[in-house]
């Protein structure tokens, strides 16, 4: 069975709400899902004066485990265009995983949140891609089979390189993710499972080919 970790960073839950549907999705295709997060790095007091949702279920992710599933599938908001520091300082420890090949050929796939329509959703989403592309691993966006990213008559997130939502800056992210934005993640979760089911099983094939 195909083993796909959703790993994501949430501040203020909307992350949190998509990870859920991305992995309700790549379940729908069959995989094994995991749904866990990178370890907060705000002091406890900070984060409570400033409203972040600490009671979030998924368990704390380690670098280690990486290297265990098929796919992973990083959700993680917006900073000045680029991830947040909570998950580059978790993925700044990969250099083990990197320096061993742990990664190579394992699918790579990212989904967003932003306070704005154009907040950088897609700098964001294309900067994480940017290591995953060190780490050798094989992108997969959100193709336009998802017709719902094309969508004019709603204010909505999501575009080719992965799901997203937007948040609403000005009152700490009072707009929750539409059932667009979810449905978006939870294609996008099926479309990464189905992926990386077809090159296991493609690897498994090799494996069994006969030397020439």
């Known amino acids: 069975m195909t083993k796909v970790l959703i790993l994501y960073y949430s501040s203020y839950g909307h992350i949190e709400a998509m990870a859920k549907a991305v992995a309700e999705g790549a379940r ?3 995989a094994r899902v995991a749904v866990k997060r990178v370890p907060e790095l705000v002091p406890e007091e900070i984060a409570l004066k400033s409203g972040y ?11 280690a485990e990486l290297a265990d599933y098929d796919a992973i599938i990083i959700g993680t908001p917006t900073r000045f265009g680029n991830m947040a520091s909570q998950m580059k300082n978790f993925l700044d420890q990969t250099g083990s995983l990197w320096f061993e090949d742990k990664l190579v050929g394992k699918v790579g796939s990212v989904f967003t949140s ?5 907040g950088g959703q897609e700098t964001t989403i294309l900067s994480t891609h940017v290591v995953m592309l060190h780490l050798g691993m094989v992108i997969v966006g959100l193709p336009y089979t998802f017709k719902g990213q094309m969508r004019m008559d709603e204010i909505t997130g999501c575009s080719p390189y992965g799901a997203s939502t937007l948040a609403e800056d000005e ?3 009072s707009r929750l993710p539409s059932e667009n934005e979810l449905e978006g993640g939870r294609f996008q979760g099926r479309h990464v499972a189905e992926v990386a089911a077809s090159l296991a099983a493609r690897r498994q094939e090799r494996m069994l080919e006969p030397a020439r």
């Not at 600490?54 to 670098?63: E, G, K, M, N, R």
């Not at 932003?114 to 154009?118: A, I, L, P, R, V």
């Open 28 to 30: 729908q295709a069959g």
């Open 53 to 63: 949702k600490l009671d979030q279920d998924a368990p704390i992710a380690t670098v």
């Open 114 to 118: 932003t306070g704005s329509q154009h």
């Open 171 to 173: 009152n700490h992210g």
